[in-house]
């Protein structure tokens, strides 16, 4: 009896003890995950998670510590009566039969073990090498034409993959009860679960592999994919980022990429350019040839725009009630494409706005009472006349808004000079008229009026007297 007591009191002793074991490694524990900076991924702080499956893995080795110390008082015990003697041998032979068995299983599993940890560290060694191997080719690729970094990263994806695969499907074999119909079991519903529930990652990735190996985008393009406008910043094996102008970055799955059609603004140009354009309706009273010149000095007074190739314009339509003039340009920067593009625009109002050029379309519901075309004689306008465009960048100083006004007071000055012209020219037709019409008067004067052959007072061209 009394070494029962001595016994519990010692049972009581390292359960306090494991208590004590328990709050010291946990509290050691929680200090180590806090100081590590491997459990950083990029963003992801993984220490809490961490330090939450440390706490629970101490706690299962506790529970396991206190149930064999439990289960050791109670051996124990039951031996100090002869009643429950029996039953303390018949404990103390299922508990070396089970640790006669789990250390059969252990010894028998070790030749597997070591086989798939062989196989892991192969594998995972295979795997570093092509990666560091395919990360000399994209460092090349960035400085080689034509090679494009993306298509590289995808490649070691792939390899890493299928080398991982291999090395799974080989070590499989080998891993402890692999054999077992259980174990069998559960590998079928597992491979049902990841093949029915994996469909749609499945077609993304398959669709970012065509996304890159097609090179329809690369990173930094400017691209318009169905109604999304903006620059690439990533390419995913499952969506593609795109930076829109308001700044605003927008993911697309890689299975709508594939569906949507793909307008490429960075390809045709040089490196780091991009295409644009913009458009305008005229009305037909506007001749072509001013319009043409006003889109053209727009550009030009554009500080962004690319001098060569020069920029063109095209008319892209005639309607009913308008023509529709397309401007089409490059950009030097095609990360600035949409800032350049509200600039040519600002400055396509102020060349217009300038020679007093409507833009906005006109819209007929009758016939007009006459017809709207552009007069004999007024078909060059300014500035379409003297106006060339040039390679030269608009100076530093430009100010398009000064040089209007300078212009405008310069044709205000023409046309006061044109006015007094066409005054003077009334006045002097006018005076004509006059002196026409009296010439006239004198013409059509009554016979009476005049004097006749035989008036005395007639004067005589003969006598000198007359």
């Not at 080795?61 to 041998?89: D, H, K, Q």
């Not at 319009?291 to 005639?318: C, F, I, K, S």
Request: net charge neutral; aromatic share 6%; proline share 6%.
């Amino acid at each position: 009896m009394g070494l029962a007591l001595a016994a519990t009191i010692g049972l009581g002793a390292v359960l306090w003890l494991l208590a004590l074991i328990k709050r010291v490694t946990i509290k050691r524990a929680r200090k180590s995950v806090a100081r590590s900076e491997r459990l950083r991924v990029r963003d992801a702080d993984l220490r809490p998670y961490a330090a939450e499956a440390v706490e629970r893995l101490i706690g299962i080795v506790n529970l396991g510590l206190i149930g064999v110390s439990l289960y050791i008082w109670l051996e124990f015990c039951l031996t100090r009566f002869p009643y429950t003697s029996p039953w303390s041998a018949a404990l103390g032979t299922q508990l070396w039969e089970l640790a006669r068995w789990i250390v059969d299983g252990v010894l028998e599993a070790i030749p597997g073990l070591i086989v798939v940890a062989l196989a892991f560290f192969v594998t995972r060694g295979i795997a570093r090498a092509i990666s560091v191997a395919v990360a000399r080719i994209e460092r090349r690729a960035e400085r080689t034409e034509g090679v494009a970094p993306e298509t590289v990263r995808a490649t070691r994806r792939l390899a890493v993959a299928a080398v991982w695969i291999f090395g799974i499907v080989f070590a499989y074999p080998h891993l402890p009860g692999a054999q077992s119909d259980a174990f069998k079991g559960v590998s079928v519903v597992l491979g049902l679960m990841v093949t029915l529930g994996s469909s749609g990652l499945v077609n993304q990735m398959m669709s970012g592999f065509v996304v890159l190996y097609s090179k329809a985008v690369r990173s930094g393009e400017v691209v318009r994919i169905g109604d999304i406008e903006g620059q690439v910043t990533d390419l995913g094996l499952l969506a593609t980022r795109v930076l829109l102008p308001s700044g605003e970055e927008v993911s697309i799955p890689n299975a709508v990429v594939v569906t949507r059609e793909i307008t490429n603004f960075s390809r045709g140009p040089g490196e780091g350019r991009a295409v644009a354009s913009t458009s305008v309706t005229i009305g037909y009273d506007t001749p072509w040839r001013q319009v043409r010149a006003l889109l053209l000095l727009a550009a030009q007074r554009t500080d962004g725009v690319a001098r060569e190739p020069a920029p063109r314009v095209t008319q892209t339509n005639l309607s009913d009630w308008f023509a529709e003039y397309r401007l089409i340009f490059e950009v030097e920067d095609g990360k600035r494409r949409a800032a350049i593009i509200n600039q040519v625009h600002a400055a396509i109002q102020d060349a217009f706005n300038e020679y007093g050029v409507q833009i906005m379309s006109p819209h007929f519901v009758g016939q007009p009472d006459s017809p709207i075309v552009v007069p004999r004689g007024a078909q060059e306008p300014e500035p379409a006349p003297r106006f060339r465009f040039t390679k030269e960048a608009p100076p530093a100083s430009f100010d398009p808004v000064e040089q209007a006004a300078q212009q405008r007071a310069e044709r205000e000055a023409e046309e006061q000079a044109k006015t007094e012209r066409v005054r003077l020219r009334e006045e002097r037709g006018q005076a004509e008229k006059e002196e026409k019409a009296r010439a006239k008067e004198a013409e059509q004067a009554p016979e009476g009026d005049q004097p006749s052959e035989d008036d005395p007072e007639r004067p005589n061209p003969v006598d000198p007297a007359s």
